[in-house]
T-cell receptor, first 115, second 110 residues
Framework: AQSVTQLGSHVSVSEGALVLLRCNYS??????LFWYVQYPNQGLQLLLK??????LVKGINGFEAEFKKSETSFHLTKPSAHMSDAAEYFC?????????????FGEGTQLTVNP | DTEVTQTPKHLVMGMTNKKSLKCEQH?????MYWYKQKAKKPPELMFV???????INESVPSRFSPECPNSSLLNLHLHALQPEDSALYLC?????????FGAGTRLSVL
């Protein structure tokens, strides 16, 4: 069975500061890893994904994440926070690469950006 | 285009009503999903259709009835819902190594 742990249900940063959202996973097969963002009253938007290849993955809005197999981690970072980054962030792992595979989500991290 | 379109955006229904949620995608994906999301929680998987056949049903009550008329459309028929079914219902479309989500339908059951 797969699982995802997001450390910190709430993270608060100042505008312009580094954003670091933590995600650790458990998977019995090579993982496919995702970060989604959810703004209030909206659906989930894909920020970035890791499948194979380069372990540092760049996404939209200046976010990036690094897959570290030895640490079973996939932390999300952004060098400089913007007010518009305030949202709920979900890390997820897929059980397989085929269409119709199940996603397992972490509990989410609420990011607050202070002026 | 990675758009998944859900209608309606908001729905209020009584416990005796019958209503349907609709979802559409034109990315050529062969998997479509229904999720239920409560406030401050991650989405919970309800159903998965793969190649227009129901492949996963997460023991969802029968008052929720999914339907996949073709590879681009997904419906969720609702009947005799309970107040605790009030939530955001999300549809997703899945290709290889990816799922794209719609904006959701905010459902309130009175």
């Amino acid at each position: 069975a797969q699982s995802v742990t997001q450390l910190g249900s709430h993270v608060s940063v100042s505008e312009g500061a580094l954003v670091l959202l933590r995600c650790n996973y458990s998977s019995s097969v090579p993982p496919y890893l995702f970060w989604y963002v959810q703004y209030p009253n909206q659906g989930l938007q894909l920020l970035l994904k890791y499948t194979t290849g380069a372990t540092l993955v760049k996404g939209i809005n200046g976010f990036e994440a690094e897959f570290k197999k030895s640490e079973t981690s996939f932390h999300l970072t952004k060098p400089s926070a913007h007010m518009s980054d305030a949202a709920e962030y979900f890390c997820a792992v897929s059980e397989g690469e085929t269409s119709g595979s199940r996603l397992t989500f972490g509990e989410g991290t609420q990011l607050t950006v202070n002026p | 285009d990675t758009e998944v379109t859900q209608t309606p955006k908001h729905l209020v229904m009584g416990m005796t009503n019958k209503k349907s949620l609709k979802c559409e995608q034109h990315m050529g994906h062969r998997a479509m999903y229904w999720y239920k999301q409560k406030a401050k929680k991650p989405p919970e998987l309800m159903f998965v259709y793969s190649y227009e056949k129901l492949s996963i049903n997460e023991s969802v009550p029968s008052r929720f009835s999914p339907e996949c008329p073709n590879s681009s459309l997904l419906n969720l028929h609702l009947h005799a819902l309970q107040p605790e079914d009030s939530a955001l219902y999300l549809c997703a479309s899945g290709g290889k190594n990816i799922q794209y989500f719609g904006a959701g339908t905010r459902l309130s059951v009175l």
